[in-house]
């Protein structure tokens, strides 16, 4: 979504991985407001940990003791790792962020929305000129059918999952499944 949308998407240390959070223990808490208010806020230190480069020694980050540990998945999510699966979060933010810089209209086309939660689903428009773009985003940890949007002349340049499925007019969307398509000119 924040790829497709208005505005300039902003991604955080590890996003781009799919890096989660990290609990930290109140004895190693940085952040001098997880330190003043704890327990009712914990800092922001959770989303502060080390990039995680690899799957050597605390992520291929440093060679000493980090100021954070990180999570214990570390060796799995990872630049290194994610990089030769083409299925990878990072691969998908590479895709999109390709697909942004190849198509003006999601970088600056109006949007106009479609469906706004029903279902758990989000799908939007992008136009500029006779540009246009489609997303349809599902939200929901189940599989979802969504009334087939797309109109003539669109073909998908984007999905999270596969290629689309289209069963009885509508679409079937697997849970967290993001697809992109755009008009053909």
Not at 10 to 26: A, K
Not at 49 to 75: A, C, I, K, Y
Not at 138 to 167: E, Q, W, Y
């Amino acid at each position: 979504m924040l790829l497709t949308k208005k505005g300039m998407p902003f991604i955080y240390n590890g996003d781009e991985l799919g890096m989660i959070n990290v609990r930290i223990p109140r004895r190693q808490i940085r952040d001098r407001y997880g330190k003043m208010i704890w327990p009712f806020y914990k800092g922001r230190d959770q989303g502060r940990t080390p990039m995680q480069w690899n799957n050597e020694t605390v992520g291929g980050f440093t060679s000493g003791e980090p100021w954070l540990p990180l999570h214990e998945d570390f060796r799995k999510v990872n630049v290194h790792s994610e990089t030769n699966d083409e299925k990878s979060v990072l691969n998908a933010y590479r895709q999109l962020i390709a697909l942004r810089k190849a198509i003006p209209a999601l970088q600056c086309g109006e949007i106009e929305f479609e469906e706004t939660g029903r279902n758990n689903i989000l799908s939007y428009t992008r136009t500029l000129n006779d540009q246009q773009t489609l997303t349809i985003l599902n939200f929901s940890s189940r599989k979802r059918r969504f009334p087939c949007a797309v109109k003539d002349g669109f073909r998908l340049v984007f999905s999270t999952h596969r290629n689309m499925i289209v069963k009885n007019g509508e679409f079937v969307l697997f849970p967290f499944e993001a697809m992109v398509f755009e008009k053909q000119k």
